[in-house]
């Protein structure tokens, strides 16, 4: 079948206006990050030399006029963060509160809605699941995996290979892992898991249609992207421990099970939370995987799965929007805290 140029006109119209529009937005800016500067240089430059030749003494810079120099260079930001973020949060709570089609106002019908659907209350009952092990798992396995490996003989192999996974997109990973899932019937399998319990005598099984161990073995794709992210944090954390603590350790005789609770724990307990904190986000937004693997199917659903299919798959424009603003309260605290710990370290 050979290229219609007919055809893909609109389509290739729609690419060059797509990258005219870039290379203007993006020509601007850099033009103006270089012209503008420039040009209070050069007009800071000719006060200086006007005041020197004259005798007069220097000018000084005026704190207003700084302080309008630096929102120059702050507005593009502001402006981007007021469309694409700001703008839309706003959106999405009135949208909330309306319903399905975004007509007519229904309050908080939509927030009642998801407490009290049974299907919506599985779905956050998955979330609770996966935001209680994931973190606490992937960060285990990290943890283990910077520790067995620090100093040993092929460290950064080992390092290498545990990250690797982190290299994969969600989707990628996702895909893999359906094919250790996957069931054939009887005879030969092609799934990893079900060809071992094969080998041992047992029957295969459907493993992504049974809940709730479902929702488990989706999890376990999360922890084995993420534990090589808590490594390398946490490997980082145990080398920058002084070495002069570990020696006096050792001088006192501390077994090394003493050795790590002791000195390794209290060392890296900021890089720990940093860990936990940035793995409780992303599982909060998880999608890709759910979406990927089960499409929400089977009970396995959560929370950015499930506004996705309210507000794309059913047209439920109110019923989705609420998920969207509870899913933004739920990340709120974990924010806060984040924000008060790095404060408390600047000050500590």
Not at 34 to 55: H, K, N, T, Y
Not at 121 to 145: D, E, K
Not at 240 to 245: E, K, Q, R, S, T
Not at 291 to 311: C, F, H, K, L, W
Request: net charge positive; proline share 5%.
């Amino acid at each position: 079948m050979g290229f219609d140029f007919a055809d893909e006109q609109p389509k290739l119209l729609m690419l060059m206006y797509g990258l005219v529009a870039f290379v203007v937005v993006v020509g601007g800016l850099l033009l103006l990050l270089d012209v503008v500067p420039a040009w209070f240089a050069r007009r800071r430059e000719a006060q200086l030399v006007a005041a020197s030749a004259g005798g007069a003494p220097l000018p000084r810079r005026t704190k207003p006029r700084e302080g309008l120099f630096a929102l120059f260079f702050l507005l593009p930001t502001l402006v981007l963060l007021l469309i694409g973020l700001v703008v839309p949060a706003i959106r999405t709570l009135l949208l909330s509160l309306m319903d399905g089609s975004s007509t007519n106002w229904v309050g908080l019908r939509n927030y009642g809605w998801m407490f009290s659907d049974d299907s919506i209350v599985r779905v956050l009952i998955n979330t609770l699941v996966w935001v209680l092990l994931v973190p606490l798992v992937a960060t285990g396995f990290g943890l283990l995996y910077a520790v067995m490996v620090d100093k040993a003989r092929f460290e950064a192999v080992a390092k290498s290979l545990i990250f690797l996974p982190m290299a994969i997109s969600f989707v990628g990973a996702s895909i893999i892992w359906k094919f250790v899932y996957a069931y054939r019937g009887e005879g030969d399998q092609i799934g990893l898991l079900n060809q071992i319990v094969v080998s041992l005598g047992g029957e295969p099984k459907q493993w992504l249609l049974e809940s709730p161990l479902n929702t488990l073995l989706l999890i376990v794709i999360m922890v084995w992207i993420q534990a090589g992210f808590a490594m390398v944090v946490l490997s980082a954390a145990i080398k920058a421990i002084p070495g002069d603590i570990v020696e006096a350790a050792r001088l006192d005789g501390v077994s090394p099970w003493q050795m790590f609770w002791q000195i390794t724990m209290p060392s890296i307990r900021p890089a720990l939370i940093v860990v936990v904190v940035t793995l409780t986000i992303a599982t909060l937004k998880v999608f890709d995987i759910v979406r990927t693997s089960t499409n929400g199917n089977y009970d396995t659903s959560v929370i950015a799965s499930e506004m996705y299919n309210q507000a794309f798959r059913y047209g439920q424009n109110g019923q989705g929007s609420a998920l969207a603003v509870f899913l933004f309260i739920l990340v709120i605290p974990v924010v806060i805290y984040q924000i008060r710990n790095l404060r408390q370290q600047r000050e500590g």
